[in-house]
């Protein structure tokens, strides 16, 4: 989806480096998510935000940090990279509209590789 | 914990047939279940979501069912087509915790011509 977009797409990095993945809307959500994407694993959350003053943890935040820079960016960071890191990273967002309407917007996703 | 099952087997079925997707759940109550679509090397995109007092859900060749008893949902494509080959994603609220969803691993979906 062209209104939420990644940056970089691909990524090739080394054990210990620090990277930051980027994610920027043009939607107006206020709500952004970061999501790993393992095969035989699914879509697994890192970490979400329902407005640029809450940031949330979700299951697999460890190795992790996140900065909302505005209400149209959120930004990933992998502060020592490792191999088990090698993954497809997906940013989302979603509009608050109510409990049973929550759907959510994609970016075409980073693949990242840790050597 | 909150656990989704797909079949993780691809399904392969002809073009023109009715394709059928299960998602099962278990240990919660989700108060409603989406359905993404994902292509090769994509992000996932959002096709129908239906509520938990929702049985049905139609949306063109698309139709969802959600039976909250046995913890089921079943995603149908009717007359399907080789376009319609990618992978299916069932996706829930978690439970206790409002507008954050839990994935299913996906099923792959091959459509022959």
């Known amino acids: 989806d062209a209104d939420v977009t990644q940056t970089p797409r691909n990524r090739i990095t080394k054990t210990g480096k620090r990277i930051m993945l980027e994610c920027s809307q043009t939607k107006g959500h206020d709500r952004m998510y970061w999501y790993r994407q393992d095969p035989g694993l699914g879509l697994r959350l890192i970490y979400y935000?329902?407005?640029?003053?809450?940031?949330n943890k979700g299951e697999i935040s460890d190795g992790y940090s996140v900065s909302r820079q505005a209400q149209a960016k959120f930004s990933l960071s992998l502060e020592s990279a490792i191999p088990n890191q090698t993954a497809l990273y997906f940013c989302a967002t979603s509009d608050l509209q109510g409990k049973g309407q929550e759907t959510q917007y994609f970016g075409p996703g980073t693949r990242l590789l840790v050597l | 914990s909150q656990k989704i099952e797909q079949n993780s087997e691809a399904l392969n079925i002809q073009e023109g047939k009715t394709a059928t997707l299960t998602c099962n759940y278990t240990n919660y109550s989700p108060a409603y279940l989406q359905w993404y679509r994902q292509d090769p090397g994509r992000g996932p995109v959002f096709l129908l979501l239906i509520r938990e007092n929702e049985k049905e859900k139609r949306k063109e060749r698309l139709k969802v069912t959600f039976d909250t008893t046995l913890k089921q949902s079943l995603f149908h494509i009717t007359a399907s087509q080789p376009a319609d080959s990618a992978t299916y994603l069932c996706a829930l609220d978690m439970s206790g915790a409002t507008n954050k969803l839990i994935f299913g691993t996906g099923t792959l979906l091959a459509v022959q011509p």
């Open positions: 935000s329902f407005d640029v003053k809450d940031i």
